[in-house]
């Protein structure tokens, strides 16, 4: 039986977690405070909506609301796709939460892939689904206009089949693409461009072409987005002006639900935020109660990799984590310990 921790060394662990309980604490509460007050603008901006709405005179206005709808659904997913980490890591500048970069090794996301492959289909598919919902309000709009609307309803099933094949590609791409043989291809390619890299790196002038090409691929991917999701927005602003008029009335719409949102997108990333935060405060706050009881008898630090370990698994839930993880990752081996 190994001989017990002396107290000394019992009670800085105990001092360690509990400060870390504290930092954690300290990060949830604000990620709380922001989340509480930006529900509460977002209720203002829906109540001002409401107030202009009773102004309004639409033509159509069934076909206004739902294209407002639309509208600032396009806004949202246009920032999201332009800002880094999307949501997520906007959420995370403006908090004040940054915490770097997640990246992993290409050979560590292909082993994450093929060990979840089905989770990764459904995650995929329900994300198709919200394509799928946007057709079916595009449709709904349809529906509604009377078809000597001309030019709007035209535009209107433009978007609508641009949306459809957005879903049938992402469809295919899961059912075809995320399946062990095609991932198999892809890991032997992966193990290619490693050795390319690897020969990149050796030599400075081809490394410095090289990052020539990745910042002009960057640029590329800033400007696909900006023309697919940007024309995607002027669309609907052309149909929402159609059905309610080129009004500065309209032009508060549509800025006012485009703000409520964004806002409404950053208070779930919040509370995502604060959920995790919770989830650590439970673990390194049950650690420390196991050494102050004495539960833990010594090998505090053991314990406590063991315990960051499950930790970044039940985060990671419903996603198992591959053993390369483990291996790449610098995270688990820096206790910080005493």
């Not at 332009?82 to 970069?101: M, N």
């Not at 078809?147 to 949306?163: M, N």
């Not at 109660?289 to 004495?294: E, Q, Y």
């Amino acid at each position: 039986m190994a001989a017990e921790a002396s107290p000394v060394q019992r009670w800085r662990w105990v001092d360690l977690l509990g400060g870390e309980v504290t930092r954690i604490a300290g990060v949830r509460r604000t990620l709380l405070g922001w989340a509480g007050s930006i529900t509460a603008a977002v209720a203002l901006i829906v109540w001002t909506i409401i107030a202009l709405l009773e102004m309004e005179s639409a033509s159509n206005l069934l076909a206004f609301l739902l294209m407002l709808v639309i509208v600032s659904i396009f806004g949202v997913r246009l920032v999201a796709a332009l800002y880094p980490a999307g949501i997520g890591g906007l959420v995370d500048k403006v908090v004040g939460t940054d915490s770097g970069s997640d990246s992993l090794e290409p050979e560590v996301l292909i082993d994450f892939i093929r060990l979840n492959v089905s989770p990764l289909r459904s995650l995929v598919l329900k994300g198709a689904l919200a394509d799928l919902f946007l057709v079916g309000v595009l449709a709904l709009v349809g529906a509604v206009v009377p078809p000597a609307s001309g030019g709007p309803q035209g535009l209107i099933w433009v978007l609508a089949i641009l949306r459809l094949i957005v879903f049938m590609i992402v469809v295919a791409f899961t059912l075809l693409v995320l399946s062990p043989s095609r991932l198999k291809v892809l890991t032997d390619a992966i193990k290619g461009v490693k050795e390319a890299r690897a020969a990149l790196e050796k030599n400075p002038r081809l490394l410095a072409l090289y990052l020539k090409f990745v910042a002009l691929e960057r640029v590329g991917s800033i400007a696909w987005n900006s023309l697919y999701y940007g024309l995607q927005v002027l669309a609907a602003v052309l149909l929402v002006t159609a059905f309610g008029g080129a009004s500065f009335n309209v032009i508060r719409l549509m800025l006012l639900a485009f703000v409520a949102s964004l806002l409404s997108a950053i208070v779930w990333e919040l509370w995502k935020t604060a959920h995790v935060a919770s989830v650590q405060i439970d673990y390194f706050d049950g650690l420390r109660m196991d050494i102050l009881l004495k539960e833990i008898p010594t090998d505090f630090e053991r314990e406590y990799e063991d315990t960051r370990i499950e930790l970044q698994k039940e985060l990671a839930e419903p996603f198992k984590l591959p053993q390369s993880y483990w291996s790449d990752s610098t995270e688990p081996a820096n206790s910080n310990g005493p």
